[in-house]
């Protein structure tokens, strides 16, 4: 058989597999996120079948996935919307960071995979899956409930936070050390803050510039412009992701309603591809010794969560159920930590932390959308009911006494 | 006196905007980014949380808005004859044993006798403006009278057949 002819078939068929996948989510409700990782571990390396002439074209499909993923959550949200969550929920935000961060740092440190390893594992549980999250509120018919907008800022700061955080990891990542890193770190992050302050003042000036009104011309456009971004970023040592994302911040307005309906496709295949692709480049015989740590940091970061956005309700004057929908709604993490740990691999750290953070993944992304339909059952509402009522009662003795 | 509108952005969602009734209920309105709407009513229990969501098309908010708004220009109408020193408005109902039903409103002679003004013509299926002398009443209908309060008072009991 000739190559060319293998490249179709070996492609056609792992995007097939793929949309099975898909299908098989929909019919579960669960997100297809986990079935393409386990479906790629399982025809990866070391897997049952593994991929020979189309491994190229899902590598870089993989790269463009990632940058799609970040460019489409960037025009997803607008500056005000940024800059007004980060005003709101900035106490939240920092919470948040302390609270789901340090539990992923110390067990890098734990597993000896040194300061940079520790860092890239923080940040894989710190950060809770958009996606995931604003699905599961939509689903469950919780958009108009009070603490949805307590949820959404923290994600929207989360993800912001991002735009600093992978360009520091990356450019640790190249160093390996935090001495020699500091100075690339903080070219990084000047870098970072000049694109976004861009980003942010002149997202008008920006829109203008790729809007079009044929589809055509507002696809190439912003996939060129994001693209372009995102490689100069990675030559600049910021990372691609955060180039793109930075693009999706500055498109605003009529145009990101265009522009995300003609590139949410494009979006969904690529994504697709970089889930798969880190499922087959990940060892599944990597994944037995990382189990057990896997579950623990699952159970350990899901409580953190839990508390967090019952933190965050609480002093936004929501009550006890809704304190703990907020939690739970939060802990699902899905795209943002593997790309993490795929940048973190990609930049020579130990392999089996890719296995740790599939499995991590996998447990959460699972796991956090069932635990979130708890506070919707009768038994819960009671209980949460008799919370309050004590603490009514408790809090009435007290100022009459 | 106006009801508290609550805006609350729903970043890559959209905008909700709440209104808590005086009865202690909370209304959602959300506009999707898509342009699709819902409408949520709070669960009495937990005031945080839907009890019941229904989602909106376009035709079906327009005409939503449409029944609630012609009805608050009504209550405002009425609202008037507070601010105008000496006119008053009043909503006279046309009751069943009315001398007038299936009368034209020129059999009134509500102008000539009371100085007042029938400005509109209120029923169940609509509001009718400006009314002619032809206009037939109906029982059930509600006059929309402007005038004095001595006026007034004579055009009901003209209408009740006093």
Redo the contacts between chains.
């Keep these: 058989m000739d190559d060319g002819a293998l490249v179709l078939i070996e492609i056609g068929a792992l995007i097939l597999g793929i949309g099975l996948l898909a299908r098989l989510a929909a019919r579960l409700r669960i997100s297809p996120i986990p079935l393409i990782l386990i479906g790629g571990l399982a025809f990866g390396k070391g897997g049952l079948l593994p991929i020979t002439q189309g491994a190229e074209f899902i590598e870089i499909g993989a790269e463009i996935g990632v940058i799609l993923l970040l460019l489409l959550l960037g025009i ?2 607008s500056p ?3 800059i ?2 980060l005003r709101r929920s900035r106490t939240a935000g920092v919470i948040d960071m302390l609270l789901n961060a340090v539990p992923g740092a110390l067990v890098g440190l734990m597993l000896g995979w040194g300061l940079v390893g520790a860092m890239a594992l923080a940040g894989i549980t710190w950060v809770t899956s ?1 996606g995931v999250a ?1 699905k599961m509120l ?1 689903d469950l ?9 307590v949820v ?2 923290i ?2 700061i989360e993800d912001l936070a991002m735009a600093f955080y992978l360009p520091i990891l990356t450019a640790l990542l190249v160093r390996m050390d935090l001495g020699g890193g500091t100075l690339s770190v903080l070219i990084a992050l000047a870098v970072v803050s000049v694109i976004l302050y861009v980003a942010l003042r002149h997202s008008q000036t920006v829109s203008r510039l790729v809007w079009s009104k044929s589809a055509e011309v507002l696809l190439f456009s912003v996939l060129g412009l994001a693209l372009l971004v995102s490689g100069l970023a990675a030559q600049a040592h910021v990372s691609a992701a955060v180039g793109a994302f930075l693009v999706g911040i500055a498109i605003s307005g009529p145009v990101a ?1 265009h522009a995300e309906r003609v590139l949410t496709p494009l979006r969904d295949l690529f994504a697709s591809v970089f889930f798969l692709f880190f499922g087959l480049s990940t060892d599944p015989r990597d994944l037995v010794p990382m189990l057990v740590p896997a579950v623990a940091l699952a159970v350990v970061t899901m409580a953190t969560k839990i508390l967090t956005g019952y933190l965050a309700a609480r002093s936004a004057g ?2 006890e ?2 304190r703990w ?1 907020a939690g739970l709604a939060l802990t699902p993490r899905g795209e943002f930590s593997i790309v993490i740990a795929g940048l973190a691999v990609a930049g020579g750290l130990d392999r089996s932390l890719a296995a740790l953070a599939t499995a991590y993944v996998l447990i959460t992304i699972i796991a956090g959308p069932l635990l979130s339909r708890i506070p919707d059952t009768r038994r819960f ?1 009671r209980w ?2 008799r919370i309050q009522a004590d603490r009514r009662a408790r809090l009435a003795s007290a100022s009459s006494a | 006196m106006s009801a508290h509108v609550e805006r ?6 959209g905008i ?1 905007h ?1 209104i808590n009734t005086e009865a202690g209920r ?1 209304l ?1 309105i ?1 506009n999707f ?2 342009g699709g709407r ?1 409408l ?1 009513i ?1 669960d009495e ?6 009890e019941e ?1 229904v989602a909106l098309t376009d035709d079906e908010a327009r005409a939503l808005s449409e029944v609630l708004g012609g009805s608050l220009i009504l209550t405002q109408m009425a609202g008037l004859r507070d601010q105008l020193a000496g006119l008053h408005m009043e909503q006279i109902p046309v009751r069943a044993d009315s001398p007038f039903v299936g009368r034209v409103l020129g059999d009134t002679r509500a102008r000539t006798r009371t100085r007042c003004s029938i400005v509109a013509i209120v029923r169940d299926d609509g509001v009718l403006p400006s009314p002619s002398p032809q206009d037939v009443f109906d029982a059930g209908d509600s006059l929309i009278a402007v005038g004095t309060r001595e006026g007034l008072d004579k055009l009901v009991r003209i209408i009740n057949g006093g």
């Design positions: 997803e949200y005000t919307e940024l007004g969550s958009s604003a939509h018919g919780r958009l108009t409930n009070r603490e949805t907008p959404l800022s994600v929207v309603a929501i009550g159920a809704g929908r509402a949460t009911k | 609350a952005e729903l970043p890559g969602i909700r709440d909370r959602s959300i980014r898509d819902e949520a709070s229990d937990d005031p945080d949380r839907a969501t």
